[in-house]
């Protein structure tokens, strides 16, 4: 059974600009989790969607939103980038609620 | 607050076993997590304790004491690929649905 997949796996983007990540679960799994690591906040949780709905949302800006479509793929988009934003963004997938996360490679922003 | 807690660094080398601990504060828990992340890689799945006791994977075995709130991950015949970050992970009550992460324990083994 095939991996998660994200794409794209790197991208460098200016202040004040948008990014759109993607993220294909593994087969048969409805949860989708989107994390941020940075070397000084460890991993933090972004948000979680469940059968197209966002279920849980971490301690982000409204900048950060994300969606998830009727075949379990999810999107996370970032507006107005900072600086800050720059960091490893990774998207886990489970078949329920609190049941094994499995990861994704992560894409890997940096914003100039 | 509701918090994993662990070691930031660990160094042991080739061959030694390495025992890396979590603590959690929280009252409401729905089982401990292990996973392992290479530089520049994503985390791997290692563990996951539902109940009490030992969880043995090959090398790699896993404890949770709920009781002492406190759990470890043991990793034995350390080779030098075993060099990575390791993390526990809860689903913790107030945010059932959100894997709340320790800080990471970065493990160096030495030849």
């Known amino acids: 059974k095939a991996g998660v997949t994200q794409t794209p796996r790197y991208l460098i983007k200016t202040r004040g600009q948008q990014v759109t990540l993607s993220c294909s679960p593994i087969?048969?799994?409805?949860?989708v989790s989107w994390y941020q690591q940075t070397p000084g906040q460890g991993l933090q949780f972004l948000f979680e969607?469940?059968?197209?709905?966002?279920?849980n949302k971490g301690n982000f800006p409204g900048r950060f939103s994300g969606r998830q479509f009727s075949n379990s793929r999810s999107e996370m988009n970032v507006s107005t980038l900072e600086l800050g934003d720059s960091a490893l963004y990774l998207c886990a997938s489970s078949l329920g609620q609190r049941e094994t996360q499995y990861f994704g490679p992560g894409t890997r922003l940096l914003v100039l | 607050g509701q918090s994993l807690e662990q070691p930031s660094e660990v160094t042991a080398v080739e061959g030694a076993i390495v025992q890396i601990n979590c603590t959690y504060q929280?009252?409401?828990?729905?089982?401990l997590s292990w996973y392992q992340q290479h530089d520049g890689g994503a985390p791997t799945f290692l563990s996951y304790n539902a109940l009490d006791g030992l969880e043995e994977t090959g090398r790699f075995s896993s404890f949770l004491s709920r009781s002492d709130s406190y759990g470890y991950l043991l990793l034995q015949e350390l080779q030098m690929k075993d060099s990575a970050s390791y993390f526990c992970a809860a689903y913790l009550s107030g945010s059932a649905r959100q894997l709340t992460f320790g800080s990471g324990t970065q493990l160096t083994v030495l030849p």
């Open positions: 087969s048969g799994h409805r949860s």
């Open positions: 969607y469940f059968s197209e709905t966002q279920r």
């Open positions: 929280t009252s409401g828990f729905y089982g």
